[in-house]
């Protein structure tokens, strides 16, 4: 697809059809992943694709377990549902002391890629600054050694309905010019 | 452009072309990056366009001032070269706590934005969790209010040379199957 067209396609949704995602094709959208930039070109990142029941409830239930009030009208009982999940892993020592922002950036690629073959994802955080129990809880589910960082869960599928219209802010609100507040 | 041929050209290149990047171009490649996900649709990003040498050599004197030594083979010169920097910032109140995630999402989606147009641009990030005077420094640069946080920074131009060849890591090291290291 062009470009511009995926950008405009990828969408966050919910529901997903029940249809399965094959492995090739989770795989070429993460072999997209890897061209994400990271710094000091340490590629940190690892992939670990779940399809097993009992692991996506896990990942649910801690998604459930730390979700702060303000973000409690999206529930993650819908990770059941997906196909496939994948959860975005960095390992620290290739990192750079920027684990967090090349693990981002590699799911942002891999969400655009998604998008690019007709699949949905939505992206959902791994760990929580202040809590690092989070991560831990994820470590313990996905057996990562102490110095994986899980950044990411992304669950993919085929759109189960249409995305809710999605209103952007404009550009004249927040492009500035030199300094904050210049047009 | 073809999106998998815009995310295998999208490289880190640190010469510019001597020649204008202009302001309907910059504002195209920001467009893209405004279809970025976010943390409950908060859209908190703005993006302060710089064009000013003094500015420029200011961002770039902050960079190389915070930079730790293992990172010092990329000194921050190369920024006073370029015809245009990007400041992506993010606003907390709109930012649900996952402020940078955003901002790097929509640095990414910038990076192959610019990609998609002949452009090249290098991420740099804006902060350092554990040393909140770089944020401030860049704050008082561009005159950012206290509620917003610079997250990236990154130069576009067109190419002043052909990018270093760049080894992926393959599919097979970085893939695993419902736990790490489960093949």
């Known amino acids: 697809m062009e470009f511009d067209q995926v950008v405009k396609n990828r969408r966050s949704i919910r529901t997903f059809a029940r249809r399965?995602?094959?492995?090739?094709?989770?795989?070429?959208?993460?072999g997209c992943a890897l061209h994400a930039p990271s710094s000091m070109n340490g590629q940190p990142w690892c992939f670990v694709l779940v399809r097993s029941p009992g692991t996506k409830r896990r990942?649910?239930?801690?998604?459930?377990?730390?979700c702060p009030p303000e973000k409690r009208t999206y529930p993650a009982g819908f990770l059941e549902e997906a196909p496939v999940i994948v959860v975005t892993c960095v390992?620290?020592?290739?990192?750079?002391?920027?684990g967090l922002e090349s693990g981002v950036l590699a799911t942002g690629h891999l969400l655009l890629a998604a998008a690019n073959v007709g699949l949905t994802g939505v992206y959902l955080s791994a760990y929580k600054a202040d809590t690092p129990q989070v991560a831990d809880d994820i470590r313990a589910v996905l057996r990562?050694?102490?110095?994986?960082?899980?950044?990411?869960?992304?669950p993919l599928g085929y759109p189960g309905s249409d995305p809710e219209p999605k209103t952007l802010r404009s550009l004249d609100e927040v492009v500035f010019h030199e300094a904050f507040g210049e047009r």
Do not use: F, G, Q
């Open 20 to 30: 399965e995602v094959p492995d090739d094709v989770v795989t070429d959208v993460i």
């Open 59 to 66: 990942l649910s239930e801690i998604k459930d377990k730390y």
């Open 91 to 98: 390992e620290r020592a290739r990192a750079y002391d920027r």
């Open 144 to 154: 990562l050694p102490p110095n994986m960082d899980p950044i990411t869960i992304v």
